[in-house]
């Protein structure tokens, strides 16, 4: 990658994005009953080993630093909603940038009753695309449960490879758990869109 390449992400205006069936937009202050209702879900939040929101004051803090982040520069998060419906069914976006590094941890969540219809690869593949050919990153991180079956499907469907596994370096709740790092670069993708 030549000296002079700089990662410079302009989040301004916000870049909206579209697919076939999905819209994928700021998240706003009106998302925040939504959003409360997510990141509540038992479900949802199995495997992101992290409490859940004790009020819905707690996502409007949120939602605020999630804008000033992404007015920053430092991050961008997008609402995952349905095309002809604003309503947010999950979120999906890059945070942890380590802009000299050309790198970014990518994360994502939706409500159960949109799992398994590839509404989520579907956004990931457009945030992916955004994030190598806009952002100019080099490579994409994502931090997992390593018994998140179900987003390792995800990951290794979009060419995300297993980097390692850390033993025991998060506690939570009284526990000390694993964490399995995947990561895909950024000529993988594009040999995977040609």
């Excluded at 939040?45 to 009020?55: E, V």
């Excluded at 890059?94 to 579907?122: C, D, I, S, T, V």
């Amino acid at each position: 990658m030549p000296e002079e390449m700089i990662l410079i992400p302009d989040f301004h205006p916000f870049p909206e994005l579209q697919t076939e069936r999905l819209v994928l937009r700021k998240i706003e202050l009106s998302d925040a009953p939504s959003l409360y209702k997510l990141r509540a879900d038992d479900h949802v939040i199995k495997y992101l080993d992290r409490a859940k929101p004790d009020s819905i004051d707690e996502i409007y803090s949120l939602i605020k630093t999630i804008q000033e982040e992404t007015n920053r520069n430092n991050s961008v998060n997008w609402a995952i909603t349905i095309k002809g419906d604003t309503r947010l069914i999950g979120t999906i976006g890059f945070w942890r940038m380590q802009k000299e590094h050309f790198r970014a941890e990518l994360g994502y969540m939706l409500f159960p009753e949109f799992e398994g219809k590839g509404l989520m690869h579907e956004a990931l593949a457009i945030v992916l695309g955004y994030g190598f050919k806009k952002m100019n990153l080099h490579s994409v991180e994502a931090n997992c449960n390593p018994n998140n079956n179900r987003s390792i499907k995800l990951l290794e469907k979009n060419n995300f490879i297993r980097e390692g596994l850390f033993k025991e370096n998060y506690y939570y709740k009284g526990k000390f758990l694993d964490s399995a790092i995947y990561s895909l670069l950024s000529w993988k993708f594009s040999d995977q869109n040609k």
